[in-house]
């Protein structure tokens, strides 16, 4: 005998929801009008093994070949549309459906599609989207976990689509702010290589004819000019051979760990790195533990998403610690202070103009990447019971000195591009026309 799954009222209008055994829908229909109830929504409730079958055939048939992972602000969008439904009251399986409906295809789409056909199978949504892990991370699953399981589903996903907000809001602050000094940047290679192998060579080509004897800055420029005319596969190689380096070596755990520290307290750029970092590992772990996820778990989560080995290590430790019955603010102080680590002193001797750059990492290295600052707050809220709060104080407070030290850094940068690309042109202007002044007085 089929079962009906059924949502009625009753006669104060509450809402009513439950199962029905019945030979047939019409029946079922009138079983429930006896039960006093007034039918809304009947389904018949499939078996979950059949219905994920059948759901998976159906929802794959005329799917193509689908790349990559869902773009961060897509499921952000998807989060805020799906809190916004779930605070409207409307049943989870139907908002997931209208939203499948309303994505183009590609991998969002069919996530949502085979999350809406576990859930219609009997499954419940932390399940559901945990299969799917290209889409849900276990962030996003193990947060929608503690909102069924408290019962506030839709606190969750508003206080989600919030953190994946400001999360995308500052990475389009720093990246839009990069996006001027690259350009020109680019632009500047282009042009003054452009210089070198077409405009210089047709000088060098007038001064041989008129047996020029040339001062030291123009051969200079000529032997430049000659080494990009004869090189000029070196000018996009070497930065290829480099990233290429870099990707090899973090291949393995020792030299991850080392570009790491390096890109966390190389010049200019390393603070920005660290405070982003900072920011973005103390909003998860706050977040999560707002939404009652258990401290080892948000924890370990707060540790994939890093993005760091040293953050990693940090979080490993701290986690460790809490095993053994110790509090967070602790073991985040004691740990907080990099290692010496030998790839990351070659990185430093390799990019930082050799001996040098060994003196500075040597002078860099011991300095804490958890300010006494973030170890206090930690502490108060463990103190007061109100870790999630001066977690989310600390994370604010990095974001708004992300977003200056990235307004300061492109002011900064303006002034010494000009400077440079000046200089460039100032020296190549020189250098060819000083010949031409010679050459301009002995012909008159």
Request: charged share 20%.
């Amino acid at each position: 005998m089929p079962t009906f799954q059924f949502e009625a009222m009753d006669a104060t209008g509450a809402e009513i929801k439950d199962v029905i055994e019945a030979v047939s829908e019409e029946e079922a229909q009138a079983t429930i009008r006896q039960m006093g109830y007034f039918v809304t929504k009947i389904t018949v409730k499939k078996n979950r093994k059949a219905a994920s079958a059948s759901g998976t055939k159906g929802s794959t048939a005329n799917r193509g070949i689908v790349l990559g992972g869902v773009k961060s602000k897509d499921l952000t969008t998807f989060t805020r549309q799906l809190s916004i439904l779930q605070d409207a009251g409307l049943p989870i399986l139907r908002s997931l459906r209208i939203l499948s409906g309303q994505q183009n295809p590609g991998r969002l789409k069919y996530c949502l599609e085979d999350v809406g056909n576990e859930i219609e199978a009997g499954g419940t949504l932390s399940e559901a989207m945990a299969k799917s892990p290209k889409a849900f991370d276990r962030l996003y699953v193990n947060m929608i976990k503690a909102g069924e399981a408290g019962g506030a589903l839709e606190i969750i996903l508003r206080r989600l689509a919030e953190f994946m907000e400001r999360a995308q809001s500052l990475k389009r602050k720093v990246r839009g702010a990069l996006i001027y000094p690259v350009m020109v940047i680019s632009v500047s290679i282009g042009i003054l290589t452009f210089i070198m192998i077409k405009i210089v060579p047709a000088f060098q080509k007038i001064f041989d004819d008129f047996e020029l004897e040339l001062p030291p800055m123009t051969l200079m420029l000529m032997n430049i000019s000659s080494f990009c005319v004869n090189y000029w596969y070196l000018i996009p190689g070497i930065p290829i051979g480099v990233w290429l380096f870099v990707k090899l070596v973090r291949k393995f755990e020792h030299g991850r760990f080392g570009w790491d520290l390096f890109t966390l307290k190389m010049p200019i750029f390393g603070q920005l790195v660290e405070k982003n970092i900072l920011a973005r590992t103390t909003r998860t772990l706050g977040t999560l533990v707002s939404s009652g996820v258990p401290i080892l778990e948000a924890l370990s989560i707060t540790r994939q998403t890093a993005g760091n080995a040293m953050f990693e290590r940090l979080y490993g430790k701290v986690t460790e610690s809490i095993r053994e019955g110790e509090s967070i603010a602790k073991p985040l102080q004691e740990n907080a202070t990099p290692p010496f680590h030998p790839v990351a002193a070659f990185f430093w001797f390799m990019f930082i103009a050799g001996p040098i750059g060994l003196l500075l990492y040597i002078t860099k290295m011991r300095q804490k990447v958890v300010t006494d600052m973030v170890v206090n707050m930690v502490d108060v809220g463990e103190e007061t019971g109100e870790l999630d709060t001066m977690l989310y104080k600390v994370a604010d407070t990095y974001d708004e000195e992300v977003s200056v030290l990235t307004e300061s850094l492109v002011s900064l940068m303006e002034p010494l591009m000009i400077i440079f690309l000046g200089g460039m042109v100032g020296f190549i202007v020189i250098a060819l026309f000083m010949p031409l002044v010679k050459l301009i007085s002995s012909l008159t």
